[in-house]
C-alpha cells in the first residue's frame, strides 16, 4: 500500500524556497540558473485527457500552521488534482499500482478527495467488469483502452463526457448502456468493440465524431438531437445492417463507407447534398430513396453498391468522379435534366443498357461510362461539345441517338475511333430517344 502525504505548508514552503532562488539568480547573486520545481509541467485545466501535472500529488494536509493532524491517504489508485492550480477537492485517477481485481469498483472518493475524472487504467486485461460512481463526470482518452477482457461497464447518471479512444479495442466488450446525463461521445471511442451490438444515443449528445468507427454494432438510431455528424463515424461497421436518422444533421465524408451489411437507411427528404464516399462499398444496400430536393452527389458516394436502379430527382445538378463506380448490379439510370455536370468515371463498370443524357450537359467526362458492357444505346444532347477519353471504351454500343446533325456529330467523334462504327440516328430528342430506347 503506498503511503501519500503531502501538506499545503510544506508545498507553499518548497515554492517559496524556489521563487527566492530564481530571483537571486536573476539579480546575478551566484551566477547559477534559477532552480528548477520538478517536470515544469503545470498542467492544463481543459479537458478530460489533460487535468493536470501526474507527476503532482493533492494536499492531503488540513491546511494551514494551525497544527491538526494531517490527513495520510493509504492507497494504490494514482491521482491527481482535477484543478492542481485552484484546489476544489477534486482528482482524476490517472492508474494504479499493482494488479487490478477482475470486477473493479471505482471509489467515490479518495482520502478527503471526490473522484471525478476516471483515466491511466488502458491495457489492463485483468478487468471484467468496471463500475462507475455518480460523481465521475468524464472518462478520459484512453482510459480503458486495449482491456482485452473487459465485458461489462456499469455507468451511473451523472456521467456528462466520455472522450477519445475511451475503449478503443476493448475486444470482449458485450454491451453499453450509457446514461441520459452523457452530452459529449468522443472520437473513435467504441473503434474495435467488435461485440458491442446497439448503443442508445442520449438526447443530450449533439455530436458524433468518428464515435462508432469499427466497431460491431447491427443497428442504430440517431435522434434528431445530433447536429453534426463527422466523417467516418460509422466507417468500417461491417455488421451494420439499419440506420433510423431521425434529424437532418450536417454531415462530413466517408460516413458510412465498408459497411458491407448495411440494407436500410431513409436520408431525410430536404437533405441538398449525399458527402463524398458516404456509402463506398456499401455492397449490400439494394434499395435506396434519393431525397427530393437533392442537389449533389459526392466522389465515390455510391461506389460499389448493390442498387438495380438509380432514379435521380428533378433537382440533382452535378455528380462527381466514380459516383456510382463498379456498382455492376445497376441496369436502369434515370437522369434529370437539371443535371449539368458528370465527373469521370461516375458509371464505370456500372451494369446499365441505356442512357438518355440530359439537355443541359455540355462535355462527356473521360471514362463515365468505361466498361459499361452491357450499355447499349444512349442519347446525347447537341449541346454536349467535347467527349472525354475512354467515355465508351470497352461498352457494347450499338445506337447513338444525336440531338445535332450529321456533321456536327462527325466533328464530336473525331477522336474517337471507337464510336465510329456505332449507328448514329441524327436531330433526335430527348422524347424520342426515350421512346426508341
Known sequence: MMKRKMTRRNFLKVAAAVSAAGVMSACGGDGMPPASSGNGNTGNTGNAGDTGNSGETPDNGSGGDNGEEEEVIETNWKYRETD??????????????????????????????????????????????????????????????????????????????????????????????????????????????????????????????????????????????????????????????????????????????????????????????????????????????????????GDSAFMRVAFAEVKLPESVVRIDDYAFYGSESIKNVTLPQTLTYIGKAAFEGTGITKVVLPERLTDIAEKVFLECRKLESIYIPKAVQTIGKEAFKDCSLRDVYYGGNEEQWKQLVRDHEELNYITPHYNSSALLATLSL
Open 84 to 297: 492542481y492550480l485552484v484546489p476544489n477537492g477534486t482528482v482524476e485517477i490517472t492508474g494504479y499500482n499493482g494488479t487490478l481485481e477482475s470486477n473493479v469498483v471505482i471509489p467515490e472518493k479518495i482520502g478527503k478527495y471526490t473522484v471525478t475524472i476516471i483515466g491511466g487504467l488502458d491495457n489492463r486485461d485483468e478487468i471484467l467488469s468496471v463500475t462507475i460512481p455518480a460523481n465521475v463526470k468524464k472518462i478520459s482518452n484512453s482510459a480503458f483502452s486495449e482491456c482485452h477482457s473487459l465485458k461489462q461497464i456499469y455507468f451511473s447518471e451523472g456521467l456528462e463526457a466520455i472522450w477519445d479512444d475511451a475503449f478503443y479495442k476493448c475486444t470482449s466488450l458485450q454491451s453499453i448502456d450509457l446514461p441520459s446525463s452523457v452530452n459529449h461521445l468522443g472520437q473513435r471511442i467504441f473503434n474495435g468493440c467488435e461485440k458491442i451490438k446497439t448503443v442508445s444515443i442520449p438526447s443530450n449528445v449533439h455530436g458524433l465524431y468518428g464515435t462508432f468507427q469499427g466497431s460491431g454494432i447491427t443497428e442504430i438510431v440517431i435522434p434528431d438531437t445530433v447536429e453534426e455528424i463527422t466523417s467516418e463515424t460509422f466507417l468500417g461497421c461491417k455488421d451494420l445492417v439499419k440506420v433510423e436518422l431521425q434529424g437532418n444533421p450536417k454531415w462530413g465524408d466517408n460516413e458510412f463507407a465498408q459497411c458491407s451489411s448495411l440494407e436500410l437507411i431513409e436520408l431525410p427528404d430536404d437533405m441538398e447534398k449525399i458527402n463524398k464516399g458516404m456509402f463506398c462499398d456499401c455492397n449490400a444496400l439494394k434499395n435506396f430513396k434519393f431525397p427530393s430536393k437533392l442537389k449533389y452527389i
